[in-house]
């Protein structure tokens, strides 16, 4: 725990993307990779590639919108956390799903729409490979030391 206590903020904006990434044993099943971090504006962009575990149907590929709910979620926390320079967890989480995800790699952005003293909004989208939306969502995270 002590580990996660500690700020990241000596971390270049991708170091710390990096390191939210690798830090939960989920993210070791679903394999995000760092694309591009802006701490300064709260924005990430991480790469999810397709793969046949993540079907929603067996031997239809297409992501179970599990899977794209738990790259959301990993987007908003590492936007936030890559902004303020900590763990900053989520609360609440709103998705829309726009199309199913067929044939394609997942490529989600996260936006800091407001980080204050005690919470964040983070916007996610999420496309595919062709850039069309794939889902929109709307996070709030904590961002309370401690």
């Known amino acids: 725990?002590?580990?996660?206590?500690?700020?990241t903020k000596h971390l270049s904006a991708l170091e710390r993307l990096q390191f939210e990434l690798e830090h939960p044993p989920y993210h070791d099943f679903l394999q995000p990779r760092a694309v591009s971090a802006?701490?300064?504006?709260?924005?990430v962009e991480i790469l999810l590639r397709y793969r046949p575990e993540f079907?929603?149907?067996r031997g239809e590929p297409a992501f179970h919108g599990?899977?794209?709910?738990?790259?959301?979620?990993?987007?908003?926390?590492?936007a936030a956390a890559v902004k303020i320079g900590r763990m900053a967890p989520n609360i609440d989480v709103r998705i829309d799903y726009m199309r199913p995800a067929i044939n394609t790699d997942l490529h989600?952005?996260?936006?800091?729409?407001?980080?204050?003293?005690t919470l964040a909004v983070v916007d996610v989208e999420i496309a595919n490979d062709e850039g069309k939306l794939i889902a929109i969502a709307r996070g709030i995270l904590s961002t309370v030391a401690g």
Request: charged share 25%; no cysteine; aromatic share 0%.
């Open 55 to 57: 079907q929603r149907v």
């Open 1 to 7: 725990m002590a580990k996660r206590a500690q700020t």
């Open 38 to 43: 802006d701490a300064d504006n709260g924005v």
């Open 66 to 78: 599990g899977v794209i709910s738990g790259l959301v979620d990993l987007t908003a926390h590492a």
């Open 108 to 117: 989600a952005k996260g936006m800091v729409r407001r980080a204050g003293r």
